[in-house]
C-alpha cells in the first residue's frame, strides 16, 4: 500500500461517472458498479484539501476482509484487476496502478434510503444527548453513565441519509414509515447481529468496535449489505488496552484530525485547512495499524 502519495482523484475517462461522494467516485459497468476508494479524507462535514495515502487502500482491504468473514449476503463481485469486465479492460488498463487495491466491482442494489447505526458505548453526540437529556436518539437510558460507558443493551439507532451533510438521526417509528415495518425488523436484527459477532471477533484482537453504522439494498427482494462495512471511517475503533471508562479514548480513525482541528481557529465551514505531515503520517498509522490488527 502507498504510503507516499495521496490519490485524491481519479477521473476515468470513457466510463459514465453515477456520483462522487466524500470518498468514493462511482462508474457505471451497466451490469455492475464500479466503486474507487480514495484517500480523500472529510472532517466536520468538510472534504479537507489533504489526503490521507493509501487510506482508500485500508478502507478497500478492510471491507473486503469484513465481507468475507461475515455470513451475510453482500454486493462485492470483486476487487483484482484481472475481474475487470473484458469490455472495459482496455478503459481502465491506463489507470491500473491506481486502482490497485482500492477498487470493488460491486452489484447494483435498490439501496434502502437509511443508515443503520449500532452503539454499543456511549460517546459522541450520542454522549452529548445523554448529557442533556439521559437518552440517545430518544432512547431513555439509565442514570450514572459515564463517557464511553458500555451502553447496559446495545442500541440500534437509524438515520435518513443526508448526501448532503449529517444524516438525521430518526426514530424506528419513523423508520418503519419510510420503508415498512418488516423491513424495518429484519434490518434491526441483521444490523445487531453483524455487530454482535464483528465485537467479538475484534476483542480478541484486542480491539473495541463502540459504533459503526452499515448500508443496505435490496437484489431480487433480498436483504444485501453494501458500500463499505466496519472501516475506521463507518466505525469507532478503540484500542482495549487504552479503554477507560470516564474518559475518550484513543480511536483507530480520522478522531486524530478532528482533535487537531478543534484546536485551530477555524469555523467550520469550507475551505478547510490543510494538514501539516505530522498529523497525516500518524493518520496513516492508524489506518494502517488498524487494519493490520483486525486482519492479522
Known amino acids: ?6 490519490i485524491t ?22 451490469s455492475s458498479y464500479l466503486f474507487i ?8 462535514d468538510c472534504i479537507l484539501p489533504t489526503g490521507i495515502p493509501g487510506k482508500g487502500q485500508v478502507l478497500t482491504s478492510l471491507s473486503h476482509y469484513w465481507f468475507n468473514l461475515l455470513d451475510t449476503p453482500n454486493h462485492l463481485i470483486a476487487d483484482d484487476i484481472s475481474s475487470i469486465p473484458v469490455e472495459y479492460k482496455d478503459i ?4 491500473k496502478d491506481a486502482l490497485d487495491g482500492r477498487f470493488m466491482i460491486v452489484k447494483k442494489l435498490e439501496m434502502i434510503p437509511v443508515e443503520c447505526v449500532v452503539r454499543g458505548y456511549l460517546v459522541g453526540s450520542g454522549y ?40 438525521e438521526n430518526i426514530s424506528f417509528e419513523k423508520m418503519i414509515d419510510m420503508v415498512g415495518e418488516d423491513l424495518s425488523i429484519r434490518l434491526r436484527k441483521m444490523s445487531l447481529d453483524i455487530y454482535h459477532r464483528a465485537y467479538e471477533h475484534a476483542i480478541k484482537r484486542g480491539v473495541i468496535i463502540a459504533d459503526t453504522k452499515f448500508e443496505f439494498g435490496l437484489l ?34 480520522k478522531q486524530f484530525v478532528r482533535d487537531y482541528l478543534q484546536g485551530l481557529d477555524w469555523n467550520k465551514q469550507p475551505p ?25
Open 9 to 30: 482523484s481519479l477521473e476515468i475517462h470513457g466510463l459514465k461517472k453515477v456520483r462522487s461522494g466524500k470518498v468514493r467516485e462511482i462508474y457505471d459497468l451497466e
Open 92 to 95: 481502465l488498463e491506463p489507470y
Open 128 to 167: 452529548k444527548e445523554y448529557c442533556a437529556s439521559q437518552s440517545v436518539c430518544d432512547i431513555a437510558l439509565p442514570e450514572g453513565l459515564q463517557l464511553a460507558s458500555k451502553l447496559p443493551e446495545t442500541l440500534f439507532t437509524p438515520a435518513a441519509k443526508n448526501d448532503i451533510g449529517h444524516d
Open 272 to 296: 478547510a485547512p490543510t494538514l501539516p505531515d505530522k498529523v497525516v503520517a500518524e493518520t496513516v498509522n492508524k489506518y494502517q495499524e488498524c487494519l493490520r490488527i483486525l486482519t492479522d
Open 37 to 44: 476508494a480514495t484517500d480523500r479524507l472529510s472532517a466536520f
Open 1 to 6: 500500500m502507498s504510503k507516499n502519495k495521496a
Open 220 to 253: 431480487d427482494g433480498e436483504i444485501v449489505l453494501a458500500d463499505e462495512v466496519l472501516t475506521p471511517d463507518s466505525s469507532r475503533y478503540w484500542p482495549s488496552a487504552s479503554y477507560r471508562e470516564g474518559s475518550n479514548p484513543p480511536s483507530y480513525d
